[in-house]
């Protein structure tokens, strides 16, 4: 259905609830989160149960007539609004004018390991939302079965992660919660290699596409943008392994490198 006549008051009480999303807090206790621009809406909308309410303003529901098409037909509820109310729902300078409220998505531990993967990202004390994001779109185009963000970790329902994701976060499993202590073993006892990602590996990359190891099914570890992983985690790893730097640059960032590990193991593990 599409809301009548258009919305321009950033205090309409619907505003205001869309509007806290932006916090953690409101997020868990509503069960909702924001989707902001046409292709993140356009994939919630494709995830069935998904978008429950589209803002769009009247420029952008001409631009991407597809996306508010997509949105009545998942039974959304599309709301017109000014670009004033678009402007407080975005977290951009320059707003999309189209903004989604969607049921949050997550999943258990459980049902991914049931999916009997062969390639998993962790994330380890993550703390940078645009990080995150483009780890899960990283994630998602090396054909990862899910992707894990433990305790500590920043939201990957924070609009910044999620604008970030491009999408992707519709796509496959994320799972928010473990402990690193509880979450490797169980990795490794669902016949995963749990291998760390640290710059100061002993194991090079190179080295493990050559001798055949990627082609195992595998669990990569990527830690804290800052300070990578501690030892303790590095510790419950099967292996410890760098991304070999070919030139003069002091290292790789955290979805630079995870993009890199995670092609590697895609090309490893495809069928010949």
């Known amino acids: 259905m599409t809301t009548g006549a258009e919305l321009t008051s950033t205090r309409a009480p619907r505003v205001t609830a869309a509007r806290r999303l932006v916090k953690r807090a409101f997020r868990e206790r509503d069960g909702r989160f924001l989707a902001e621009g046409p292709q993140a809406c356009r994939e919630a909308a494709a995830s069935r149960g998904t978008l429950l309410e589209l803002y769009v303003t009247a420029e952008a529901e001409g631009r991407h007539a597809d996306v508010v098409a997509a949105a009545r037909a998942a039974g959304a509820d599309v709301v017109r609004a000014s670009g004033e ?3 407080s729902l975005s977290g951009t300078v320059t707003p999309q004018g189209m903004v989604g409220v969607c049921a949050s998505v997550g999943a258990t531990l459980a049902d991914l390991l049931a999916t009997a993967p062969t390639l998993v990202t962790v994330l380890a004390h993550a703390r940078d939302p ?3 994001g483009t780890v899960i779109r990283c994630s998602d185009a ?3 079965g899910g992707v894990v963000i433990t305790e500590a970790s920043v939201d990957p329902l924070n609009p910044k992660a999620v604008r970030a994701s491009a999408g992707s976060l519709f796509h496959l499993p994320v799972v928010t919660g473990p402990t690193v202590e509880s979450l490797l073993p169980t990795l490794q006892a669902a016949g995963l290699l749990v291998l760390a990602a640290d710059g100061a590996g002993e194991r090079d990359l190179d080295d493990l596409l050559d001798d055949g190891t990627l082609s195992r099914p595998t669990a990569w570890v990527f830690g804290n943008e800052a300070w990578g992983l501690p030892e303790s985690t590095r510790s419950l790893c099967d292996d410890v392994v ?5 030139g003069r640059a002091e290292s790789l960032n955290l979805a630079t490198a995870a993009a890199v590990c995670l092609y590697a193991s895609a090309r ?4 010949r």
């Open 142 to 144: 090396a054909g990862v």
């Open 130 to 132: 645009g990080n995150v």
């Open 268 to 271: 490893a593990q495809r069928p």
């Open 85 to 87: 109310v678009l402007a």
């Open 242 to 246: 760098r991304v070999p730097i070919h």
